[in-house]
């Protein structure tokens, strides 16, 4: 009987989140190539291994090469560049790929409909990440999540359907950890697109870390207003939003009593940990480095389906408006920021 050929497994996007799942899939037996273009990474995983830390103490040989380097056809690549390089880096992908091969969007945002539109639907699927990890220095990752708690992905077809190619998906990633495989891969990315307007989006407006907003309480008041807009325009296109670690996130749409932005406001402090308060989100990492983020496939997002539907999005707005002006070098990355937000219960 002829042995069964592995697949060949790629992840291209290795910044923090792709460079702690390539160890840890080749620390568990998954061989797993890691595309990046940052030479001075490459460099020092190659020669170094992928070191992780914190919640964490690996070093995992690992092999990495940048995408002009990129060879042969790969079965299965894990997608984790920023959304605004997606057109240039899945055209350079496009002859790599067989007929059959899968790409999983890991991204931030609702990436899928733009992956799909250039590798086409046949081969696309999705997934959320419900961990998180910080870049410190080429080689090195900080792994900011407790991952031994709790699923740390879930994935699913555009369709819904869970069929041999989602199942082979899972299989690849958990060599990490559990993974939840949903028929509601849209209502999971709209979590995760409303989690990451909140906390992505603040910490990148204010500079701060999670534990910053967490302890300014109208910094956190926003949050619960840049959810209700997201949960408001989730439930009118049509999707509902997953639990997320057991929490049910509706409530974060429901602030009209005093009550009800309490309940929204405790949710906030039950997601998360002591663990998570020093990270920094990853768009903040961008501005810090003078780099264009994220917020148009985030916040963004969330106010051009907002236009869509007739809801109006003032604090995800606000949100974009800030994050853009400090692109711009227009505004400082500073809590400063916070007067720009226009909070009902700080007049």
């Not at 920023?82 to 990436?111: H, I, R, Y």
């Not at 899972?170 to 989690?195: C, F, H, Q, S, Y």
Request: proline share 4%; net charge negative; charged share 25%.
């Amino acid at each position: 009987m002829e042995e069964k050929k592995a697949m060949r497994t790629a992840i291209l996007g290795c910044g923090a989140m792709g460079t702690v799942l390539g160890a840890y899939m080749n620390k568990n037996g998954h061989e797993t190539i890691l595309i990046d273009n940052y030479m001075d990474h490459v460099k020092a995983l190659n020669e170094r291994g992928a070191r992780i830390i914190r919640f964490a103490d690996l070093t995992v040989p690992v092999r990495a090469i940048t995408p002009d380097q990129m060879e042969g056809k790969y079965d299965l690549v894990f997608l984790f560049t920023k959304q605004t390089v997606n057109k240039e880096v899945l055209t350079q992908l496009l002859p790599f790929l067989n007929a059959d091969s899968t790409v999983c969007t890991l991204q931030n945002g609702v990436p899928e409909p733009s992956v799909a539109e250039i590798v086409g639907k046949e081969r696309t699927v999705g997934g959320t990440v419900l961990w998180g990890a910080t870049f410190i220095e080429p080689g090195v990752s900080e792994l900011t999540s407790d991952i031994t708690k709790d699923s740390l992905f879930e994935i699913g077809e555009m369709d819904g359907v869970i069929g041999d190619r989602i199942k082979k998906v899972a299989k690849a990633l958990e060599k990490m950890g559990p993974v939840i495989i949903t028929d509601n891969l849209m209502g999971a990315r709209w979590l995760k697109v409303m989690l990451n307007s909140c906390w992505s989006g603040m910490s990148a407006s204010l500079g701060c870390t999670f534990g910053d907003i967490i302890d300014n309480p109208k910094a956190s008041a926003c949050m619960s207003y840049i959810a209700q807009e997201a949960v408001a325009i989730c439930k009118t296109v049509g999707y509902t939003m997953p639990p997320f670690w057991g929490n049910d996130v509706t409530p974060m749409g429901i602030i009209d009593t005093e009550e009800e932005f309490k309940n929204s406001q405790m949710i906030f402090y039950n997601i998360i940990s002591n663990s998570m308060r020093p990270a920094k989100a990853s768009m903040l990492q961008d501005l810090e480095k003078g780099k264009l983020t994220e917020v148009g496939m985030i916040n963004g997002f969330i106010c051009d389906e907002g236009k869509k539907v007739g809801i109006a999005t003032p604090f995800n707005d606000t949100v974009v408006k800030v994050v853009r002006g400090i692109e711009a070098g227009d505004l400082p990355i500073s809590m400063d920021n916070l007067k720009y937000f226009d909070v009902p219960r700080f007049k």
